[in-house]
DNA sequence: AATTACGTCAACCGCAAAGGG
DNA sequence: TCCCTTTGCGGTTGACGTAAT
């Protein structure tokens, strides 16, 4: 691919062609173009879309900045704990298959899931030395980390009670509360006017420059709650570290977390409870066997410099 | 203050499946 | 059945911001 060489072919008008298509970050403008005929039309066949809303874009780029970007039900900020655990266990059940994953993750797109598992996790398994699919990578997540966001979110479910935010959060915010903190939740350039009308702001052109906040700094801090899906069906980590018979009927995140608190610890692996955690064989070789449960990091609990350094 | 290294994520690509004529 | 278009997916890239030196 070769996006850089585009921009900086086109870097005094900003606008890149390709033929009659362009290509590269979106600009305000074009945002509000796609927003607003998709509110007046709603979404698909992207090529006529693309064509009919005025935009000088391919379908799939109209499609891909709707679904990854601009569709108001985005969740935005940084993946929470909750949705760490999820995503830890239906990426151990189902692999690389991210838009899958993301069906579970109410908010989130595949695109953002496939990010976080590569810049986190992969970045660990490197660190660890250690490929992301072996067994021992696998071990440190079922033994080390899962226990840890388990603990994590307890810990927060009990400093402060779950407001039960629904996921229309992001809409309202867009739509209907403007009130609300704009960075939490939209990039401040599609602020609503009074008028209930998208503005015509002039902005950096780069959506990277308008991107909102992506900034862990923003995070969860809006104080916004996912509802979880209401299935999300059977724990595949159970299947590997117990018997694979405990893992049936597991609908959300809390009631995974509930059933890991009543099940039997010969079940589920003493791994789950707040006592010392059995180090397995692998381990040593690791070099984490003096692994303390120490404190994590609000917005990383896959910093590792808290497990090992 | 300047430079380098690193992390994040938006946007691209190619491919495959699905749908329709 | 074939062909073309559209849609969806997963992998990859590179711009940009920030931390470290």
Same mark, same amino acid.
């Given at each position: 691919m070769d996006m850089a060489h585009e921009r900086d072919s086109s870097s005094s008008e900003e606008e890149v062609m390709a033929g009659d298509l362009r290509r590269g970050p979106w600009t305000v403008e074009e945002d509000i173009l796609l927003v607003n005929y998709i509110a007046a039309h709603g979404e698909g066949r992207w090529n006529s879309l693309a064509r009919s809303a005025g935009l000088k874009r391919t379908g799939k780029s109209c499609r891909l900045r709707w679904l990854n970007y601009l569709r108001p039900d985005l969740r935005r900020g940084s993946i929470t704990p909750q949705e760490q655990l999820l995503i830890l266990e239906l990426h151990s059940r189902w692999g690389n298959r991210w838009s899958k994953i993301a069906q579970h993750l109410p908010g989130r797109t595949d695109n953002e899931i496939k990010n976080y598992w590569r810049t986190r996790v992969q970045k660990h398994a490197k660190q660890l030395k250690c490929d992301v699919n072996s067994q021992q990578f696998k071990d440190v997540m079922r033994y080390l980390w899962m226990p840890r966001l388990v603990e994590r979110i307890q810990a927060a479910e009990a400093a402060q009670p779950a407001a039960d935010t629904p996921l229309s959060w992001?809409?309202?915010?867009? %739509?209907?509360?403007?009130?609300?903190?704009?960075?939490?939740?939209?990039?401040? !350039? %599609?602020? *609503?006017? #009074?008028? /209930? @009308?998208?503005?015509?702001?002039? *902005?950096? !052109? @780069? #959506?990277? +420059? +308008?991107?909102?906040? #992506? =900034?862990?700094? +923003?995070? =969860? /801090?809006?104080?916004?709650?996912?509802?979880?899906?209401?299935?999300? $069906?059977?724990? !595949?980590?159970?299947?590997?570290?117990? $018997?694979?018979?405990?893992?049936?009927?597991?609908? $959300?995140?809390?009631?995974?977390? @509930?059933?890991?608190? @009543?099940?039997?610890?010969?079940?589920? /692996?003493?791994?789950?409870?707040?006592?010392?955690?059995? *180090?397995p064989a692998a381990f040593p070789e690791l070099g984490v066997t003096d692994f303390e449960i120490g404190s994590f990091d609000v917005d990383s609990i896959w910093s590792m410099d808290d497990l090992w350094c």
């Amino acid at each position: 691919m070769d996006m850089a060489h585009e921009r900086d072919s086109s870097s005094s008008e900003e606008e890149v062609m390709a033929g009659d298509l362009r290509r590269g970050p979106w600009t305000v403008e074009e945002d509000i173009l796609l927003v607003n005929y998709i509110a007046a039309h709603g979404e698909g066949r992207w090529n006529s879309l693309a064509r009919s809303a005025g935009l000088k874009r391919t379908g799939k780029s109209c499609r891909l900045r709707w679904l990854n970007y601009l569709r108001p039900d985005l969740r935005r900020g940084s993946i929470t704990p909750q949705e760490q655990l999820l995503i830890l266990e239906l990426h151990s059940r189902w692999g690389n298959r991210w838009s899958k994953i993301a069906q579970h993750l109410p908010g989130r797109t595949d695109n953002e899931i496939k990010n976080y598992w590569r810049t986190r996790v992969q970045k660990h398994a490197k660190q660890l030395k250690c490929d992301v699919n072996s067994q021992q990578f696998k071990d440190v997540m079922r033994y080390l980390w899962m226990p840890r966001l388990v603990e994590r979110i307890q810990a927060a479910e009990a400093a402060q009670p779950a407001a039960d935010t629904p996921l229309s959060w992001q809409h309202d915010a867009l %739509y209907e509360s403007p009130e609300l903190p704009v960075d939490a939740c939209w990039p401040a !350039e %599609y602020d *609503v006017a #009074s008028d /209930g @009308q998208l503005p015509n702001t002039s *902005v950096p !052109e @780069q #959506s990277g +420059t +308008t991107t909102m906040s #992506s =900034s862990p700094s +923003t995070d =969860s /801090g809006t104080g916004a709650q996912p509802s979880w899906p209401a299935a999300v $069906d059977g724990v !595949e980590w159970f299947t590997t570290a117990c $018997d694979a018979s405990s893992a049936a009927a597991m609908c $959300d995140t809390n009631q995974l977390i @509930q059933q890991q608190q @009543q099940q039997a610890p010969c079940q589920l /692996g003493e791994a789950w409870t707040s006592e010392p955690l059995p *180090v397995p064989a692998a381990f040593p070789e690791l070099g984490v066997t003096d692994f303390e449960i120490g404190s994590f990091d609000v917005d990383s609990i896959w910093s590792m410099d808290d497990l090992w350094c």
